[in-house]
T-cell receptor, first 111, second 113 residues
Framework: DAGITQSPRHKVTETGTPVTLRCHQTENHRYMYWYRQDPGHGLRLIHYSYGVKDTDKGEVSDGYSVSRSKTEDFLLTLESATSSQTSVYFCAISGTGDEQYFGPGTRLTVT | AQSVTQPDIHITVSEGASLELRCNYS??????LFWYVQSPGQGLQLLLKYFSGDTLVQGIKGFEAEFKRSQSSFNLRKPSVHWSDAAEYFC???????????FGTGTRLKVLA
């Protein structure tokens, strides 16, 4: 399995609070991605990174920001969490940009 | 518009029976195609991929998929299902140089003993 960890694995937070999720890889892969998974929607891309400090928006980026200050870490921040952001968040990595490998996920509940 | 359709939300098969999960896509460029499997509470595991060449691709766990350009399909098959195959299966499409996928909404497989 690809060396990808996500932290925390579970989090409960209140509406309006900031939340940061971390993805850490040991594969030295160039590309990193954040997805959210919701019933009936499959996986939807939030943001992705194609190198250190190089990021771009996905299809559901509103309310989310990301940062990548070093190759191994990709952070997803919810500036002010809302109940609609309750979801399971997955990080993925790719060496070539062609095939992706996924982390174990973070279950976030916003109350 | 680019999209991936998995028409079957749920499928139930008996252990030992054959399986086919459907995936249709709409994509402007020559597609890269993928199947992933997700067990409950787990991340997604890559089962197989198609980039080019032979349209019948073999994957892990005894799965195979066939790319049919004329039908815009990439159906996943397994000749004999095991109880451990119960999971959710996702089809995804991408393209060289785009670095991004589009996922289908998934098919949940239930296996009867």
């Amino acid at each position: 399995d690809a060396g990808i960890t996500q932290s925390p694995r579970h989090k409960v937070t209140e509406t309006g609070t900031p939340v940061t999720l971390r993805c850490h890889q040991t594969e030295n892969h160039r590309y990193m991605y954040w997805y959210r998974q919701d019933p009936g929607h499959g996986l939807r891309l939030i943001h992705y990174s194609y190198g250190v400090k190089d990021t771009d928006k996905g299809e559901v980026s509103d309310g989310y920001s990301v940062s990548r200050s070093k190759t191994e870490d990709f952070l997803l921040t919810l500036e002010s969490a809302t109940s609609s952001q309750t979801s399971v968040y997955f990080c993925a990595i790719s060496g070539t940009g062609d095939e992706q490998y996924f982390g174990p996920g973070t279950r976030l509940t916003v109350t | 518009a680019q999209s991936v359709t998995q028409p079957d939300i749920h499928i139930t098969v008996s252990e030992g029976a054959s399986l086919e999960l459907r995936c249709n896509y709409s994509y402007g460029a020559t597609p890269y195609l993928f199947w992933y499997v997700q067990s409950p509470g787990q991340g997604l595991q890559l089962l197989l991929k198609y980039f080019s060449g032979d349209t019948l691709v073999q994957g892990i766990k005894g799965f195979e998929a066939e790319f049919k350009r004329s039908q815009s399909s990439f159906n996943l098959r397994k000749p004999s299902v095991h109880w451990s195959d119960a999971a959710e299966y996702f089809c995804a499409v991408g393209a060289k140089g785009t670095y991004k996928y589009i996922f289908g909404t998934g098919t949940r497989l239930k296996v009867l003993a």
